[in-house]
């Protein structure tokens, strides 16, 4: 794709065109998704859906950075912004879908790292991309939970106390994020 191509698709897309790609059935059943996975562990899932890319990480890109390697970049910033790093247990997740470039990205806090091979973490992110490639964002993103989830359950299985007795102190927002 070209520069001006690419520059252009991310100036014209908003947060308005995240709603709308993702639909608020779609958002309401993504967050009872994600509030599910979390009865069954004690990790923290967090997804973050965002339009485009801001102009300073595009200049990464027009300066040589290879469009991977930028949507990486910001979905570790997001990581950070959201304070999904910041649970008690150290094993939250965040699954990131840049929507300009139909791209995801999963950023796990270190005790998930520690139990999950960079392998692995991408094959979930090519088992999902190709439903984000052909606007299928709902179940992209469901798949991506479910690996997730799987991972979470192995290595962090659910405990007998918490806020809502299900084992899970829910520390971040089961609701998908929008920006």
Known sequence: MSAL?????HLWL????????VGQDALQRLE???RESELQHTGEICLCVE???????????????????????????QFGKLRVWDTELNNGVLIYLQLAEHRIEIVADRAVARNVSDAEWQRMIAEATPEFRAGRYEEGLGRAIDAVSAVLRSAFPATD???DGSGQVNELPNRPILR
């Open 161 to 163: 106390t918490g806020d």
């Open 5 to 9: 191509a690419r520059l252009v698709r």
């Open 51 to 77: 339009a485009s890319l801001p102009l300073s990480y595009l200049w990464r890109h027009l300066k040589g950075a290879p469009i991977a390697t930028v949507v990486r970049e910001r979905a570790v910033t």
């Open 14 to 21: 908003d947060a308005g065109d995240a709603r709308r790609a």
């Open 32 to 34: 009872a998704r994600v």
